[in-house]
């Protein structure tokens, strides 16, 4: 170890001269309103803007954790771990945002239970505090619903990943969002012919390929409408049948293999009946359908996209087809 170093530090002891900079941290300060009011604040600062004088159209938080409560149909309030990404515009003039202000909002509101009408009080308040032409929220949790057995009688909680989204655009219009991943079985209809084909012509056993399979439906709620989180399950399960099982028997097991038999479908089936079920619900003004089928045949996933086709409205869009795997 060189002890003939001469060079100064600034942090650390150096040829026995304490360091120019004291470390130290004083658990016993107290913050007084006129320290508070001493503090530098960025909002205040009068330099350029780096960069492009151009507006931001989305700036803020995400992946923020609270317990949020949140009611079912049948009355119960969950108290579930959500995450939330919050986010306003910013003018060309501004420099930045208070961001602590967007959190701070959320926790004026943890006793309440969370509805996407909720949201837009929320929003109200970003606006105000921030001042911001326009805002979004996005709360995302995964929610419980009992699921019971196909014939056994048992019962297990099935879990959804679920978000409620709200927006408010630069003129006060508020909207609001649900999306919902839904995950069933899905077996080839191509597979299952060809396998009793081998049966019939030539008596060999051979087992259709089918796969665990997820559908993300995200939903524009109609205004002054109520839509629940059941509601967007029951919407799922009506149309597609097939939901993976949470507790099962042997009957049970055998019911799911009759069940997929009686229900085999295509990823483009899939989109279709999904379609089917979500128009017919006068609370819904508009949706858009992902779904992908984790082929057990292919290296490769099927996947389709549709949506209602609402002028102006959602569009088949969707690319995120990798956080679909389940």
């Known amino acids: 170890m060189n002890t003939t170093s001469t060079k100064p530090m600034y942090l650390h002891r150096s040829d026995g001269e304490a360091p120019s900079i004291e470390r130290r941290y004083d658990a016993d300060f107290k913050v007084s309103p006129e320290y508070r009011e001493s503090l530098p604040d960025m909002m205040d600062a009068e330099e350029a803007i780096?960069?492009?004088?151009?507006?931001i159209q989305q700036v803020g938080v995400s992946n923020f954790h609270l317990p949020l409560q949140f009611k079912t149909t049948a009355g119960k309030v969950l108290t579930l771990q959500a995450a939330?990404?919050?986010?306003v515009s910013l003018e060309a003039n501004l420099k930045g945002i208070n961001m602590s202000r967007i959190v701070r909002?959320?926790?004026?509101?943890?006793?309440d239970v969370f509805t996407p009408a909720l949201l837009e009080d929320i929003l109200a308040k970003y606006r105000e505090k921030v001042e911001s032409l326009d805002a979004r929220i996005k709360i995302s949790?995964?929610?419980?619903?009992l699921q019971e057995s196909l014939r056994s009688g048992l019962s297990g909680w099935q879990y959804y990943?679920?978000?409620?989204?709200?927006?408010?655009?630069e003129h006060g219009r508020f909207r609001s969002f649900i999306e919902f991943d839904f995950v069933y079985s899905s077996a080839c209809p191509c597979s299952?012919?060809?396998?009793?084909?081998?049966?019939?012509?030539?008596?060999?056993y051979a087992v259709p390929h089918n796969q665990r399979s997820k559908a993300r439906v995200k939903v524009e709620i109609a205004p002054c409408a109520v839509l629940t989180i059941e509601d967007m399950q029951e919407h799922c399960l009506n149309a597609l049948k097939t939901e993976t099982q949470v507790m099962v028997?042997?009957?049970?097991?055998?019911?799911?293999a009759e069940l997929n038999g009686a229900h085999i479908k295509f990823v483009e089936d899939a989109a279709r009946l999904l379609y089917k079920e979500f128009a017919g619900d006068h609370r819904i003004a508009d949706f858009q359908v992902a779904c992908a089928h984790l082929e057990s045949l292919h290296s490769h996933d099927a996947v389709s996209v549709i949506c209602k086709g609402v002028p102006g409205g959602f569009k088949a869009?969707?690319?995120?087809f990798r956080s679909l795997v389940c």
Do not use: N, W
Not at 192 to 204: F, I, K, N, T
Not at 317 to 320: A, G, I, N, P, S
């Open 50 to 55: 780096p960069g492009a004088p151009v507006p």
């Open 84 to 87: 939330i990404t919050g986010s």
């Open 105 to 111: 909002s959320f926790y004026e509101h943890e006793d």
């Open 141 to 145: 949790f995964s929610y419980p619903i």
């Open 161 to 169: 990943d679920v978000s409620f989204e709200g927006i408010t655009d």
């Open 192 to 204: 299952a012919e060809l396998s009793e084909h081998a049966r019939d012509v030539r008596g060999a």
């Open 249 to 256: 028997k042997r009957e049970d097991e055998q019911a799911f």
């Open 317 to 320: 869009d969707f690319m995120e």
